[in-house]
T-cell receptor
Framework: KAGVTQTPRYLIKTRGQQVTLSCSPISGHRSVSWYQQTPGQGLQFLFEYFSETQRNKGNFPGRFSGRQFSNSRSEMNVSTLELGDSALYLC?????????????FGSGTRLTVV | AQSVAQPEDQVNVAEGNPLTVKCTYSVSGNPYLFWYVQYPNRGLQFLLKYITGDNLVKGSYGFEAEFNKSQTSFHLKKPSALVSDSALYFCAVRGDNYGQNFVFGPGTRLSVLP
């Protein structure tokens, strides 16, 4: 079955612009989480969506937002981009919010802000 | 608060030798523990998990991990390393309360030398 699909794979944006990243989870998976990965900070949790509702949120400014659609696809948006937003953004889906379930990750979107 | 420590940034091992990547954790309640591997410019791939039962867990690609409750550790091991095992390895913990997020360690870079 298809894995977690993230689009686009690569993006180059300029400071001040906004960007939208997309994530299609594995069919049947209802939980989608987003992470930012940078060499200096490692994996940092952005937010989690389940049944179209944000369930948890990490410690990121309000410029970072997301949503989930009825088909469980998710988007995240970053407004007023800063150089420090350059990172690999990873989406992960899970069948359930039960703790015994692991994540399946997408390949990520590499965002470069210039 | 949940936390994961991976005390070694880098582990070097010769091909054919056994490898260990260390992980210790802190969590309230019972821990659910996971290991993921990341290859360059890719998302994280699931290796194995401990939920309950036997303390020795076997996973993908010949990897195994030993859960030690008294030492709050979950070290990843492989009896004979391959050059293709060279990658970034992440340990993660999730508490057993419903809806708890994953907490990832900072990652350990494994280099297997031919």
């Amino acid at each position: 079955k298809a894995g977690v699909t993230q689009t686009p794979r690569y993006l180059i944006k300029t400071r001040g612009q906004q960007v939208t990243l997309s994530c299609s989870p594995i069919s049947g998976h209802r939980s989608v989480s987003w992470y930012q990965q940078t060499p200096g900070q490692g994996l940092q949790f952005l937010f989690e969506y389940f049944s179209e509702t944000q369930r948890n949120k990490g410690n990121f400014p309000g410029r970072f937002s997301g949503r989930q659609f009825s088909n469980s696809r998710s988007e995240m948006n970053v407004s007023t981009l800063e150089l420090g937003d350059s990172a690999l953004y990873l989406c992960a889906s899970s069948l359930s919010r039960e703790s015994s379930y692991g994540y399946t990750f997408g390949s990520g979107t590499r965002l470069t802000v210039v | 608060a949940q936390s994961v420590a991976q005390p070694e940034d880098q582990v070097n091992v010769a091909e054919g030798n056994p490898l260990t990547v260390k992980c210790t954790y802190s969590v309230s309640g019972n821990p659910y523990l996971f290991w993921y591997v990341q290859y360059p410019n890719r998302g994280l791939q699931f290796l194995l998990k401990y939920i309950t039962g036997d303390n020795l867990v076997k996973g993908s690609y010949g990897f195994e991990a030993e859960f030690n409750k008294s030492q709050t550790s979950f070290h990843l091991k492989k009896p004979s390393a391959l050059v293709s095992d060279s990658a970034l390895y992440f340990c993660a913990v999730r508490g057993d309360n419903y809806g708890q997020n994953f907490v990832f360690g900072p990652g350990t870079r494994l280099s297997v030398l031919p």
